[in-house]
């Protein structure tokens, strides 16, 4: 039952006294109602503007979000009120729609940002009225077609690793923007296009007198030369078609493809002509075949846009050309008729037959006049001129559909080249975004953690500095942070890597330490993470300090390492215990660890790694003996 | 042979009817089909009162905890690609698909391929609200891909390995190849009570008590809400 007439069903039960007198058995009870509400009004507050609306007005929809339960998910207990953080020119359409019972779509708004809308309210866009339907469903269909469009082109320049070289040729063939090669190819292949095209065309003009014999085109004169040019470029339009036979992915569809059939009829002809001798009769035939040379002129379609736009164009209005062509031939068969029996009294017409009569038929419609023949009777001349006068009418009609699908197709050409030169730009720019949010959590790696030790030092006016993340930029960062220490890896940047690399091939030193120190020999409470235990979790205290390099981030606490500290305290600001840099214990440690993250010179490194590693003895029974490394199996 | 033929009648009729539509010129067809759009699948949670009572959150917890779940699923479900794209925006370095991948499986209890927002919220409150003893037993639920009881050896590789390509290329130290293998070496050396090769529930529960560190870290994302 439609929503919209349930406030009649009083009415109608109201009638139904009608029957009662009638009824032949006992009327059954009437259904009481259980929860007996007064109808109440409910707030809708939608990103500020305020919607009100009976209860039950929302109610008649039950499974959308506004008249079901889900919306008790958005109420607001201190305002009493539902409130919504999503568009209200669109909820303004949603909320007419519970009202009177049709979804309409408003033109000024973009389709996707309506569909999501719709989405959210759990509506579905099927039961958009007929007023606006139409409208809706064209815009869906041009949006469905750009997406197809974007999946098209991205998946033309995903860059596969691991392409056979079949592939890389076909991508080469069909894209020639992807390699030098492909690029050299294409214009090769263009150029002798032309050189063939032109041949063909010089061929055929007379090209001075040899002396003592008529004047000769110039294809006999030099026939040797033109020759060699004709041998050439079918060598090299038959080396192009065996490429890409062999590197289409389905050699049969590409057979059947109307480049292919273009670029046999091509160079057919070439060969025809090698096999057949010179003999007379045949060579007639020959002759006619050579005609099929000036296909060649369609391949330059490969090498522009336009042309196959054009081609696509007329494709696409096959159909409507098609209709008008047989309104023609019945016009023209029409006046054709009329114009041979008008003229058949008149003597030596021309008008001999029908058939011969179609020639002025279309030579009138189309206004080109000749003048061979022409109506002599007065009859002909009438029906003569209500032929031509017609015939501009049915010959301007193709002519606005041609020129409509043209232009639409060539603007979404137009657009979608845009799309793509917009999309490289756009790509670089999320590329960049996502780059510097990995680099700001290195960032604030460095400056957050100073921040702890800091506050740890209990010097408040400072902890301040740097205290411009945000409590989700935090808390994003330990989580970070949380998956390094599972790993005990931590993220660096790329400089950094490469540097890494290089030092590590250059030396094998490092290699082979930090493997060895980092393989995990067992998970051994170390001193530092018994130290962790008593203060708050911090996760400076289990963060080691290793042998520096420029611009280091903090890392594995090798035992050596805890004496080089000492070296870059002298260029802290914030060293408090400078000389309490050799004798680590476990306060010390955790704030020159902290220094350490402050970005050294380059100067530092030699001196720090001109350090020979100390044995584990020595002035370290504070710390313990092996690496600290704690491998934490965190639950997330 | 007959297919040959019933191609070339089929053929054929296609043909006459393209020279029927040249002649009497309809008009071309909609080329792309108007698929009905009744694929939305749509689903409604619970009313507020009951998944109150079912987990441990408020009503204010769950609002909020709605909000941010129906505006990245409007259709109140969360499939696995839209899953792996969430979660993947918070690991920019690596690639966090695969850490996704079983997180989702050990989501969708039902094994649906899709999580709703009862099955989201019944975890969440495990994972933030609930005891220790539950929150292992999740988490135990988690490493054991094939839901089989046991964690062996290659499961534990797998979340390992996953976990390790979430740190991704840049790092330091420099990933080898069998850091994984060690790391899982050494967490099978603590957990493996009996040494038999495989990890049960019991044996993961008694190991993940003993360790401190663990347990610390159990409680470090209790006020993440």
Not at chain 1, 98 to 111: A, F, M, S, V
Not at chain 1, 608 to 625: F, H, L, M, V, Y
Not at chain 2, 126 to 134: A, K, M, N
Request: charged residues 20%.
């Amino acid at each position: 039952m439609a929503a919209g007439v349930a406030a009649w069903l009083p009415f109608a039960r109201a009638a139904a006294i009608g029957w009662m007198p009638v009824a032949n058995c006992p009327m059954p009870l009437a259904p009481t109602d259980k929860n007996k509400r007064q109808d109440e009004l409910i707030v809708l507050n939608v990103s500020g503007r305020r919607f009100e609306t009976w209860r039950t007005t929302l109610e008649r929809y039950p499974d959308t979000l506004l008249g079901s339960t889900e919306k008790e998910f958005f109420f607001n207990e201190d305002t009493k009120e539902y409130f919504f953080d999503r568009d209200p020119e669109v909820f303004r359409c949603v909320l007419n729609f519970y009202r009177t019972g049709k979804l309409h779509y408003p033109r000024y708004e973009c389709i996707s940002a309506y569909d999501d809308e719709l989405a959210f309210y759990g509506i579905l866009p099927e039961i958009i009225g007929d007023c606006c339907y139409e409208e809706y469903k064209d815009r869906k269909r041009e949006n469905a077609e750009r997406l197809q469009d974007d999946l098209d082109s991205e998946n033309n320049q995903e860059s596969m690793p691991s392409l056979s070289f079949r592939q890389t040729m076909w991508r080469a063939f069909e894209n020639p923007h992807t390699s030098t090669m492909a690029l050299v190819f294409y214009y090769v292949t263009g150029f002798f296009i032309a050189v063939s095209v032109i041949t063909n065309v010089v061929e055929t003009v007379p090209c001075g007198t040899v002396p003592g014999s008529k004047e000769l085109p110039c294809g006999e004169r030099y026939s040797v030369a033109f020759f060699c040019l004709d041998t050439a470029c079918v060598m090299i339009f038959t080396v192009e078609y065996l490429l890409r036979l062999f590197a289409a992915p389905s050699r049969y569809r590409f057979i059947r493809s109307v480049m292919s059939i273009i670029d046999v009829v091509a160079i057919m002809p070439y060969y025809i002509g090698l096999v057949m001798t010179n003999n007379e009769d045949v060579s007639g035939a020959f002759v006619t075949l050579r005609v099929f040379r000036v296909f060649r002129i369609f391949k330059f379609s490969r090498h522009s846009q336009g042309l196959r736009i054009l081609g696509y164009t007329l494709k696409s209005c096959a159909s409507e050309l098609g209709f008008l062509l047989f309104s023609l031939t019945m016009a023209i068969i029409i006046f054709a008729t009329v114009m041979f029996y008008a003229e058949k009294g008149s003597s030596a017409s021309k008008f001999t037959s029908i058939p011969a009569s179609f020639w002025y038929t279309i030579v009138t419609m189309t206004t080109l006049g000749y003048g061979d023949m022409v109506p002599k009777t007065i009859a002909g001349k009438i029906f003569g001129s209500i032929c031509s006068l017609s015939g501009v009418l049915v010959i301007a009609l193709p002519v606005p559909v041609i020129v409509s699908n043209f232009s639409r197709i060539y603007h979404q050409n137009q657009r979608a080249d845009k799309r793509r030169a917009q999309k490289k730009a756009r790509l670089a720019r999320i590329r960049v975004a996502k780059t510097g949010s990995s680099n700001a959590y290195l960032h604030s790696k460095r400056n957050g953690l100073l921040n702890e030790a800091l506050e740890l030092m209990g010097t408040p006016e400072e902890a301040h500095v740097g205290k411009t993340t945000s409590l989700i930029e935090s808390q994003h960062h330990h989580l970070l942070h949380c998956l390094e220490k599972t790993t005990n890896h931590e993220f660096i940047d790329e400089q950094m890597y490469e540097q890494n690399c290089l030092e590590s091939s250059m030396q094998n030193y490092p290699s082979t330490r930090s493997p060895s120190l980092s393989s995990h020999q067992g998970l051994t409470t170390t001193c530092c993470s018994r130290r962790s235990k008593k203060t708050t979790h911090l996760p400076n205290s289990n963060l080691p300090a290793t042998r520096l390099r420029s611009m280091q981030e903090l890392s594995t606490i090798h035992i050596q390492g805890s004496e080089q500290p000492s070296l870059t305290t002298s260029r802290s600001s914030l060293n408090l215990k400078a000389d309490d840099g050799l004798r680590p214990n476990c306060k010390t440690s955790q704030i020159t660890t902290a220094i350490i993250s402050i970005p050294t010179p380059p100067a530092l490194t030699p001196e720090g790694e001109s350090r020979p590693p100390p044995a584990s003895p020595g002035p370290n029974t504070n710390i313990p003996a092996i690496a600290s490394n704690v491998v934490k199996v965190s639950a997330l | 042979m007959s297919g040959c033929s019933k191609r070339c009648k089929l053929g054929f009729v296609k043909f006459a009817q393209t020279i029927l539509k040249l002649i009497t010129g309809t008009l071309s067809k909609d080329k792309i089909e108007d698929e009905l759009e009744m694929t939305m699948v749509c689903h409604r949670p619970e009313g507020l009162e009951q998944l109150e009572a079912q987990t441990n959150f408020t009503k204010r917890e769950l609002q909020v905890l709605y909000r941010g779940f129906k505006n990245e699923c409007p259709s109140g479900v969360v499939n696995e690609e839209t899953f792996k794209q969430i979660y993947a925006q918070f690991f920019p370095h690596g690639d966090a698909s695969t850490y996704a991948h079983y997180l989702f499986h050990a989501f969708d209890t039902t094994q649906t391929g899709s999580v709703k927002f009862e099955d989201f919220v019944t975890a969440l409150s495990i994972l933030l609200r609930g005891t220790v003893h539950e929150k292992l037993r999740w988490t135990f639920n988690l490493y054991d891909i094939n839901k089989d009881g046991y964690i062996n050896k290659e499961e534990m590789m797998d979340i390992v390995k996953a976990i390790y390509d979430m740190m991704g290329k840049y790092t330091y130290p420099v990933l080898r190849e069998d850091t994984p293998r060690q790391h899982v070496d050494v967490f099978f050396q603590k957990m493996d009570k009996n040494k038999d090769g495989i990890v049960t529930l019991d044996e993961f529960l008694e190991s993940c008590q003993e360790d401190d560190n663990i347990m610390r870290s159990l409680q470090l994302f209790q006020n993440v809400m």
